[in-house]
């Protein structure tokens, strides 16, 4: 929690306070856009408390594709405030209240009072008092040790570092992993061997859900890549179930067909993301993807539209010939 926000005392909550509520407030700001901002500050507006969900800067949820964010963006706007690209200007403690001074995208200046402020800004690896300067370790700018990624070994030395302590991947399975992979090597050092590191895969439990799975839009380079999407407003199974909000965007290598990854807010999108998770770590193509079976009517049928999409983009090179089958 920044220095600055302390003085809000018992008014200042972050999200494990959240559950020790035995009645709920009238009126929550939420500092944040990011996984737990964005949960529970859906959950409470939900629950009938007025929230407002301020943004730093224009992230939300982690997604890093424009088009994706803008559709998820717009879903949550419908049901409660969302403002990014807001800059909070003063946080004062009046008697049981919180003063919010803040300066918008378009930059207005307001100012609100509220219950609580959660802070959900996210979070960092304390180690503030570890004194790692006094070590040989080589630290990055926020004083988190330089380490292999696939050895968990920070630089040469004896210490190995997993979890949210590294600040990389604050994500159960993957801290679970790593925490073998490091377990494994302190015990069999110096005999350090590179672990088992699955694809990206990474899930907002909100509503719309958000995902990203395999390589990011912003980590994509520059050319050779062809993007296949759908969007859920227009899906027959997500009409169906008054569900149609968010998009879907497929990557994959314009020469080889290879599927790279997607960014997604949409339904079910928790199980989506698995799916296309495991192309990625089995670096199936899109052709090859697109052999495989899609139920109707089923919202898995919008990721074959995303797919064919991307397909019709690829060299010809990359697509295999119709196999003939014998009757």
Not at 49 to 58: F, H, P, Q, T, Y
Not at 77 to 105: C, G, H, K, W
Not at 268 to 288: K, R
């Amino acid at each position: 929690v920044p220095d600055t926000y302390r003085q809000l005392g018992d008014r200042l909550i972050v999200n494990d306070d959240v559950f020790y509520w035995n009645d709920l407030p009238r009126r929550v700001m939420v500092v944040g856009p990011g996984v737990i901002g964005l949960e529970l500050g859906q959950a409470l507006a939900r629950l009938g408390v007025e929230v407002r969900l301020l943004g730093r800067s224009g992230s939300l949820g982690g997604l890093s594709d424009p088009e994706v964010k803008a559709s998820a963006l717009a879903a949550f706007q419908a049901e409660f405030p969302v403002m990014l690209n807001t800059r909070i200007l003063s946080v004062e403690r009046i008697e049981d209240e919180v003063e919010v001074r803040y300066l918008n995208a378009d930059g207005q200046e307001s100012v609100e009072r509220f219950d609580y402020l959660l802070m959900a800004a996210g979070r960092r690896p304390n180690f503030d008092h570890l004194e790692l300067e006094n070590t040989t370790l080589a630290l990055n700018e926020k004083g988190v040790p330089a380490f292999n990624r696939k050895t968990l070994q920070a630089g040469a030395s004896t210490i190995f570092i997993a979890g949210d302590a590294n600040g990389e991947l604050l994500l159960l399975h993957e801290a679970a992993d790593e925490g073998r992979i490091a377990g494994e090597n302190a015990a069999r050092y110096p005999n350090v061997q590179a672990g088992l590191r699955r694809a990206a895969l990474a899930v907002v439990f909100s509503d719309p859900q958000i995902a990203q799975v395999g390589t990011h839009f912003k980590d994509l380079p520059d050319s050779g890549i062809v993007i296949g999407e759908v969007d859920f407003s227009d899906q027959g199974r997500s009409r169906i179930m008054l569900k149609n909000r968010g998009k879907l965007r497929a990557y994959a290598d314009q020469r080889s067909g290879r599927f790279l990854g997607a960014e997604m807010a949409g339904p079910g999108i928790e199980h989506i993301a698995h799916l296309l998770s495991w192309a990625v770590q089995q670096q199936l193509t899109v052709p090859a993807m697109l052999e495989m079976p899609f139920y109707h009517p089923v919202v898995e049928e919008g990721l074959r539209t995303a797919l064919r999409q991307a397909a019709s983009q690829l060299d010809t090179a990359s697509q295999p010939p119709l196999a003939v089958k014998s009757a």
